[in-house]
């Protein structure tokens, strides 16, 4: 059986509110894509929990093993050398990457700073601020408008970087990717560009207790304001998702699924591609909000098949203040602009104004145009170590880090799915979260303490914050061992 609903027309703009281009079937006193899927539903009420059981059969968790070949052999041997020692990240020595980073050399409390807080924000490399300076320096100009030669460079830059980053998460073009601040502006403009438009009073939001606030409150903004609900998707007790709950979340009248792929708080990775096909099986869109898993695993948002994905640049070894939307080029097309401005219209007058198409119709006002052409340099960067080797030594060190933590008197672990990425939350018997990120950063080491702006999953385990040390490729397993060392101190 195919699915009830198409979905070319289920989210054709001439289907919008507002009637945009005035083939509402309601306008005819017919029944609408929604109407005729409800009223199907209940001719064929097996046939949704049908779809939803056969791909929760057909996920399975796959880990892959700490010791396989191509790794960097991370083992207490290594780490004894408290340092990068002979460590490499794919081809490329871990010493020669640290010093990549003029940050890593500095010292805190007389004390090298280790950088154990990648979840809040990354470090950036020579060649990300090098590329800025000379952008300052040789290439500044607004984009797009100018006649003149700098107008020129700084526009072949900044659709450069669009054009690597369309490449880096296998977007099918340039034109599916949209520049935005960061990965929170990019899910407030699907909120309000894509899924405001479609709701009505008593549809419905799935997504995940796993999410930052920054995947929550722009939903309930958008519900508060249309009369929709939030359904939230429950994780069993290491913090997994529970795929046929999550299907369970989803009837007639769900509209739009948002997931974090790699959760902050806790390192959970979402199976986001079996999620999106659930969602997509029930004729619903999805967004992934990529914010934690874009630095820590290779991203193909084609193979995702997830309508949209954000992330920000400050997350990978990129600038602050410059992020991405990638959106499919339909849904892109039958989003409303939700900015408007200069660079985003083809045509103004004072009756009507005519939108560019996607991207720019999203990119109203000047951009960060050195913050793209930074991001883009830092995708150069990992692109050139290679993703696949970054998640690799990513995952021994996380791993490395699991085994140390556990030995530490009093220490629990929060989060312990089998599939993890980055982050190392814990709470520390007898101890503040305060108190243990000011321990720890009187020995140099930075990590977060409080509640990572994801209350809800905290709560979900009894916690109202945690500490989270969190992890990037540069880290050694050497910085480990201080981390844990340090704890052990201060648990006896
Ligand atoms: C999972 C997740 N989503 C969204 C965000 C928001 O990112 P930004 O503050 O860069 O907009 C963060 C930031 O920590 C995050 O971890």
Known sequence: MTTITSEAAAFNSENMPGGWGGSDPASYGLPGERELAAIASSYFPEFYPDRAKELVRAYRPVVAPADRPGGAGIAPAAAAQNGAGALSVGEEPLEKIRADFPILSERVNGKPLVWLDNAATTQKPRQVIDRISYYYALENSNVHRGAHELAARSTDAYEASRDKTARFIGAPGPENIVFV????????????????????????????????????????LVAEETGALIRAAPVDDDGQIILSEYARLFNVNTRFASITHVSNAIGTIAPVREMTAIAHGFGVRTCVDGAQSISHMPVDVSSLDADFFVFSGHKIFGPNGIGVVYGKSDALDSARPWQGGGNMIADVTFERTAYQRAPQKFEAGTGSIADAVGLGAALDYVSRIGMENIARYERELLEYGTRGLKGVPGLTLVGTAAQKAGVLSFVLDGHSNEEVGHYLNRAGIAVRAGHHCAQPILRRFGYEGTVRPSLAFYNTPGEIDLLVSSLRELAR
């Open 181 to 220: 601040r960061g990965a929170t502006e990019g899910l407030n403009l699907v909120a309000n560009a894509y899924v405001k438009p479609l709701l009505r009073p008593g549809d419905e939001i799935v997504l995940t207790i796993l999410e930052h606030h920054a995947n929550i409150v722009p939903w309930q």
